[in-house]
């Protein structure tokens, strides 16, 4: 199993511009997650899916933050237009349910910096 | 809500030396407990989880926890620590209802010297 997959690792971009971030969970996981990571607020559960149907995403900062689950083996979150302040590593993680037993299992981040 | 606090922000360990990681934990319910790992430019890595039955649970890499209700407490514990293991470490708690993931601790840096 090639485990959770995020793109891209690395992001730079200007304020203002858009950024799209991927994620590929495991096959069979029927749950995935979105989280930001950063010094001052650790991580933040952004929003969550269940069977491709957003179910909380009370956690996403702003109008500006928007993620989409078009189908099981894909998911973006998108910043539009992006700040400074979003700079921060974004997770996805994936779980086979959304009971609190459920192993999530992450992918490796996607580190975003706005200049 | 649940939370969770891991009041050490850094911890300095010698190698070979043993390591105790603290959690507290606030949850109404008897919780789904967990320790994660997360390595330089890494995601996080499942140590060990603690969901019921024997309360001392063992993980990877020679690490356990100890899940202690009348503390309301899951600490990390190693008997020798490794270079290897300087490492960010995360405390977590999922509630048994489901539907909200977990919530995470501020985690801990933990520096080993040789």
């Known amino acids: 199993d090639a485990g959770v997959i995020q793109s891209p690792r690395h992001e730079v971009t200007e304020m203002g511009q858009e950024v799209t971030l991927r994620c590929k969970p495991i096959s069979g996981h029927n749950s995935l997650f979105w989280y930001r990571q950063t010094m001052m607020r650790g991580l933040e559960l952004l929003i969550y899916f269940n069977n491709n149907v957003p179910i909380d995403d009370s956690g996403m900062p702003e109008d500006r933050f928007s993620a989409k689950m078009p189908n099981a083996s894909f998911s973006t979150l998108k910043i539009q237009p992006s700040e400074p302040r979003d700079s921060a590593v974004y997770f996805c993680?994936?779980?086979?349910?959304?009971?609190?037993?459920?192993?999530?299992?992450f992918g490796a981040g996607s580190r975003l910096t706005v200049l | 809500a649940q939370s969770v606090t891991q009041p050490d922000i850094h911890i300095t360990v010698s190698e070979g030396a043993s390591l105790e990681l603290r959690c507290n934990y606030s949850?109404?319910?008897?919780?789904?407990l967990f320790w994660y790992v997360q390595s330089p430019g890494q995601g996080l890595q499942l140590l060990l989880k603690y969901f019921s039955g024997d309360t001392l649970v063992q993980g990877i890499k020679g690490f356990e926890a100890e899940f202690k209700r009348s503390q309301s407490s899951f600490n990390l514990r190693k008997p020798s620590v490794h270079w290897s293991d300087a490492a960010e470490y995360f405390c977590?708690?999922?509630?048994?209802?489901?539907?909200?993931?977990?919530?995470f601790g501020k985690g801990t840096h933990l520096i080993i010297q040789p």
């Open positions: 949850y109404g319910a008897t919780p789904y």
């Open positions: 993680a994936s779980s086979r349910g959304l009971n609190g037993a459920n192993v999530l299992t």
């Open positions: 977590a708690v999922g509630s048994g209802g489901g539907a909200d993931g977990l919530t």
